[in-house]
């Protein structure tokens, strides 16, 4: 009953570094989407993916890079990590019939600081 | 484009009633949702409303929908210390993909 997992859950990075965070949901879920979560600012969608292989751009992608080889691993890069993205990271999953009754399925988040 | 916002902190007595405020600019919403998000944890689906409905009521739930005025409201009855989290008002609307908007989420405290 995992339903969506993401690793890692804390991470610390220097400007410059890189990095995959790493989604993966049990759920056969088609949708796929990666939010940031900033205080005040609320959920902003960086990706998302409508199927295996497909990915589209979200409100602030900039900075990012997404990949979804398989159905149920969804991944986000940085590729060069700036203090700006220091933030808190959310995968999340839906049905295309019945996601719109059961809305997205959230992980538990990954905290990201880059200094 | 769409837009959700939210009062960003609301402080209730145990026991008393809460109210949590959203409005939201796209008129094509379908469905409008309130997620409940605790501390260290992802969101998590508190209820739906679809757009043609005015009132929906779960155990201690009631959401209110005004149309007209883009306004939807949260109420939880007897609120607990429990019900502490931050919630999240969102809309999906009705085109492309299930894009859902979320607005920045009201921290709800609850003291005892």
């Known amino acids: 009953n995992a339903g969506v997992t993401q690793t890692p859950k804390f991470r610390v990075l220097k400007t410059g570094q890189s990095m995959t965070l790493l989604c993966a949901q049990d759920?056969?879920?088609?949708?796929m989407y990666w939010y940031r979560q900033d205080p005040g600012m609320g959920l902003r969608l960086i990706h998302y993916s409508v199927g295996e292989g497909t990915t589209a751009k979200g409100e602030v992608p900039d900075g990012y890079n997404v990949s979804r080889l398989k159905k149920q691993n969804f991944l986000l890069g940085l590729e060069s990590a700036a203090p700006s993205q220091t933030s808190v990271y959310f995968c999340?999953?839906?049905?295309?019939?019945?996601?719109?009754?059961?809305?997205?399925?959230f992980g538990s988040g990954t905290r990201l600081t880059v200094v | 484009g769409e837009d959700v916002e939210q009062s960003l902190f609301l402080s209730v007595r145990e026991g008393d009633s809460s109210v949590i405020n959203c409005t939201y600019t796209d008129s094509s919403s379908t469905y409008l949702y309130w997620y409940k998000q605790e501390p260290g944890a992802g969101l998590q689906l508190l209820t739906y409303i679809f757009s043609n409905m005015d009132m929906k009521q779960d155990q201690r739930l009631t959401v209110l929908l005004n149309k007209k005025d883009k306004h939807l409201s949260l109420r939880i009855a007897d609120t607990q210390t429990g019900d502490s989290a931050i919630y999240f008002c969102?809309?999906?609307?009705?085109?492309?993909?299930?894009?859902?908007?979320f607005g920045t989420g009201t921290k709800l405290q609850v003291i005892p």
């Open positions: 759920m056969n879920h088609e949708y």
């Open positions: 969102a809309e999906m609307n009705s085109g492309g993909y299930q894009k859902v908007t």
């Open positions: 999340a999953s839906s049905f295309p019939e019945s996601g719109a009754l059961y809305g997205y399925t």
